[in-house]
């Protein structure tokens, strides 16, 4: 089946390569603008452009797909129906009625909708999640529902390791939608979304991060998993300062002590309002990622 994608983020590329690996190779890559990123502000491309050069298919990166001279390039490569996964943009009608657009969405909806589903759930301490596959309408992810699968969250999970099950989830679920789409059997697969279900995956902000001795160590804890690695987690020091956590557990130790870090163990700990957190793996301002040990070591030379 000849197809178009939308993808823009590192998971979006993941799952390009699985369709490009399938009769169902997208014959047209669309993605946002590259942008400034890192310390030098170059412009860079979005992993899903690179990773669709890599792959010899053609790049379109349009400040609005939205325009009629996105749509006259969508129409070009002739696609029989588009997948969105990841995008980064709202798509508007016309385009919407144009063509079938499957969308790759990581969570079993209608639970987490919205921009940040992986880290929300894992946020919420949910124990399973999953990918769905639905037709995308002019609502938030709020479309009929053709095909899920779930997964565990489990207790040694980060977004990094539950992402790349998820990734390897949505190729093949996508994949799997093209196939009975071509068949002719997709459709009788669809079924509305649970209103009653619904809960919102709000975007992350930059309280988000911040690991606050106010909050249960459990609470953090999920925290640092959920956005370990790609956004990282940190304790505000006392000069100003921010000291990454990529990785941290709950110790059971029975303080009763005030909330505050401490740096006078074998670990750092953040001691809370309830319980523990013992900060593993910590980053340094202007440091490499090295174990909590290993930076308490260094404040005692």
Known sequence: MRTVYLGTSEFAGAVLRSLAGSPHRPA?????????????????PPPTVTIARELGIDVYQPESVNTDEARARIAQAEPEALCVCAFG?????????????????????????????????????DSRTGVSIM???????????????????????????????????????????????????????FEAQDEA?????????AEDRRLDPNQPAAQLALRVRALSPH?????????GSRLGVLKASVADDGSAAAPALDVNGTWPRLRTANGTLELTTVQPPGKKPMSGADYLRGLKR
Do not use: C
């Open 28 to 44: 047209l890559v669309i993605s946002r603008p590259d942008s400034p990123q890192g310390r030098g502000r170059k412009l860079t």
């Open 89 to 125: 943009a709202l798509i508007k009608e016309p385009l919407l009625s144009d063509r079938l657009i499957l969308n790759v969405h990581p969570s079993l909806l209608p639970r987490w909708r919205g921009a940040a589903p992986i880290e929300r759930s894992m946020l919420a301490g």
């Open 135 to 189: 037709e995308l309408t002019a609502g938030l992810d709020s479309g009929p529902v053709a095909l899920r699968a779930e997964t565990p969250i489990g207790p040694q999970d980060d977004y990094a390791t539950l992402a790349a099950r998820l990734e390897q989830i949505s190729g093949r679920l996508i994949v799997q939608a093209f196939d009975e789409l071509q068949a002719g059997t997709l459709a009788q697969n």
């Open 197 to 205: 279900g619904v809960t919102y995956a709000e975007k992350l902000t």
């Open 231 to 239: 956004i990282g987690s940190y304790v505000e020091l006392a000069d």
